[in-house]
Structures are given as structure tokens and as C-alpha cells.
């Protein structure tokens, strides 16, 4: 039976998915991604660390189920979309940090071609299977979840959060505060879609953790039953805020501060943070 590598080289992890020949999944391995701030506004992340997790999980999830290379029929990578870096093409080493979607001086002037999302002849690749598929994590979660017919939409939660819906085979009329992105090409037809984008969701409650607000990941709901935001709004503009303000100099606030305020309305606060960010981006 053949096997497929899917790479999901997201912000916060990478991770390798292992498939069945049925599509059915067997492992998987994930490495976090570690984020350097320079300055306010300013987001990036060491494009070796970014290769070499990417290669450690790949090599693991397959030593792991005693799987040979050549039993690996084809490789798929969805990935974190308008990070860029700039590589040497003598060296293949990078010339600097990679510059991530999320910093205010990612320019789309330096993006590459579009091209197909499946490659037919595939790319080579150092263990030898093959890569057939490169997309977008947006786009990919759009296709993934069947969003295939025009009006079909999805919202997926990670670093940020995402809000894609399919517009069909014609580009859509442009609508304030949202974006028009190809979703995928396959063969010669190609489908767009609207977007709505929110830079910070797991980044602030990854942030909550980095100021010991919270210890693990688990206690946001174990510490938010039951209670309400007591008078706390949070604004969780930690990279500026996306739609429908696309306003790169805004910056996070957390209101409504009394001496009764527990870390509970804090932690609830975060969390409504996500909703209504979401629904900002409904309403556009």
C-alpha cells in the first residue's frame, strides 16, 4: 500500500500528516515554531528553523511507522501564504529571517508567480517521493472542507483566523475591507474567493501563556465557565488589525480594568475578543 506526506507549515507549527493510500490518516508529527519580535510591528521567524522542522517532521512521522521512502507516492505542502524570504541561489541559505505575514513590511511586489495548485510532473524532492500539490493554508482549509460550490465559506482558527468564501469562476466585485484571492487552479479553472483576515487569535492567547495568565492552553476554558467579562473588552490588535480596518499602526487594549477584575473576566474577555473580531468580518 502507498502512503502521502501532507506538510503543513503553519505560523505558530509545522507538522507532517501521514495518509493512507485510502486518505485515511495514521500519524502525524508537529514542532513548534519559535516567533522573533524586533520591534513593534515587526514579525519574523528564522527561515532555517522553518526547513529544518519542516525536514525533522517529515523524517520522524515516517521512521516512526516503518515506512520506506519509496512507499511514499506524493507529498502535498499547504503553508503560511505571504511569508516571504529571501535566499541565496549559489548557497540556498537564506539571507535573512523570514519576514512573516503578520509584520507590518511584507510586500506582495516580491511574491512569485501563480501557478497551478496541482503540479502534474511534480516537483523532486532530497528522499525521493515527489511534490504534487502546493496551496495556501486558507485556500487549502477552503478546498479541504468541500467549500465548492459559490457561497460555500469557512472560518479556521490558528495564529489568526481566517474567514473564506468561494465566489465562483469570475472574480468578485470588490467589497470594502475584504480581499479577492485566487482559492485554487486546477487544470485551467480557476476559482476565487473573498477574505476576511484577523491577524491575532492563538497569538494572543500564546501571549496570555508568554505573561503567565494562563499556564497551559486548557485552562482558557476551564477559567472562563461560568463567569462573565465583568466590564473587560479586549482589542487584540497585537499585529495591528485586519479587516474591515486594515489599520497596520493599531495597537492591543484590554478595558474596563477595576480592582475586582479576576484573571477569569480577562481570560472570557479573550476569548469574546475572537467572536467579535469574527463577526466583524461576517459583517463585511
Not at 511534490?131 to 477552503?142: E, F, T
Amino acid at each position: 500500500m502507498g502512503y502521502y506526506l501532507a506538510i503543513d507549515e503553519g505560523t505558530s507549527s509545522t507538522r507532517t500528516l501521514l495518509f493512507d493510500g485510502n486518505f485515511n490518516l495514521i500519524d502525524l508529527s508537529q514542532k513548534e515554531i519559535n516567533m522573533i519580535y524586533p520591534r513593534p510591528g515587526w514579525v519574523e521567524q528564522d527561515a532555517e528553523e522553518l526547513y529544518l522542522k519542516t525536514e525533522e517532521t517529515m523524517i520522524e512521522v515516517v521512521e516512526k511507522n516503518n515506512i520506506s521512502w519509496k512507499d511514499i507516492i506524493g507529498i502535498g505542502i499547504t503553508n503560511q501564504r505571504e511569508t516571504v524570504v529571501a535566499w541565496d541561489k549559489n548557497t540556498g541559505k537564506p539571507l535573512y529571517n523570514a519576514i512573516v505575514w503578520q509584520c507590518r513590511r511584507t510586500d506582495e511586489d516580491i511574491l512569485p508567480e501563480i501557478v497551478g495548485t496541482a503540479i502534474e510532473e511534480g516537483f523532486e524532492t532530497k528522499f525521493g517521493p515527489r511534490i504534487y500539490g502546493m496551496i495556501g493554508d486558507q485556500q487549502s482549509a477552503l478546498f479541504g472542507q468541500r467549500a465548492f460550490e459559490i457561497g460555500d465559506a469557512k472560518c479556521t482558527y490558528g495564529t489568526g483566523a481566517f474567514v473564506l468564501m468561494n465566489s465562483g469562476t469570475t472574480p468578485p466585485k470588490p467589497h470594502p475591507g475584504l480581499l479577492t484571492s485566487i482559492g485554487w487552479k486546477i487544470g485551467d479553472e480557476v476559482i476565487y474567493s473573498l477574505e476576511g483576515s484577523i491577524f491575532t487569535v492563538g497569538a494572543f492567547f500564546k501571549w496570555l501563556k508568554d505573561i503567565k495568565i494562563i499556564n497551559d492552553y486548557n485552562e482558557l476554558e476551564a477559567y472562563s465557565r461560568g463567569v462573565d467579562n465583568a466590564g473587560v473588552f479586549i482589542v487584540p490588535a497585537l499585529s495591528g488589525l485586519g479587516t474591515p480596518y486594515w489599520d497596520s499602526d493599531a495597537r492591543g487594549l484590554i478595558i474596563g480594568l477595576t480592582r475586582a477584575t479576576k484573571k477569569e473576566n480577562i481570560i472570557r474577555a479573550a476569548l469574546e475578543s475572537v467572536a467579535f473580531s469574527v463577526r466583524d468580518v461576517i459583517d463585511s
